[in-house]
């Protein structure tokens, strides 16, 4: 019954940024307790908004999945540039960098599918 986060009617040019952590074998947990502790001071000016994070149960291990949504473009690129002058954002980079084997970034267009409301539908 809730409104979609984003109408794509209204924002067709949306983005979910899609962003794969990979872990060191056994530093989910450590992960974790740091992102639960400087993430959210970290992300909480960011525009757009998180849809979730997400770990792997099966298949390649030590992964972390965190989906963002942007209005647009511009949107994304803002947001980038502000990270990059924030202070909370370098204080959990440095403090999450030894957990951290890899980490890759996709762009992503979402469908307007009635399956994903209340998302973007």
């Known amino acids: 019954g809730d409104a ?20 060191h074998p056994g530093a989910m947990p450590d992960y974790w307790d740091v992102y639960r502790q400087l993430a959210p001071a970290a992300t909480s000016e ?17 992964k972390i999945l965190i989906l963002r ?18 202070p ?4 959990f980079e440095d403090a999450v960098k030894p957990f951290v084997s890899a980490q890759h970034t996709q762009l992503l267009a979402p469908w307007a ?9």
């Open 113 to 121: 599918i009635p399956q994903m409301a209340p998302i973007f539908y």
């Open 69 to 86: 949504w942007y209005e647009n473009p511009s949107q994304l690129l803002a947001a980038r540039a502000d990270l990059r002058t924030n």
């Open 88 to 91: 909370h954002w370098h204080e």
């Open 4 to 23: 979609p986060i984003l109408r794509l009617s209204e924002h067709p040019d949306a983005i979910v940024e899609e962003q794969v952590i990979s872990l």
């Open 46 to 62: 960011m525009p757009g908004g998180l849809l979730g994070g997400f770990r792997t149960l099966l298949g390649e291990q030590y």
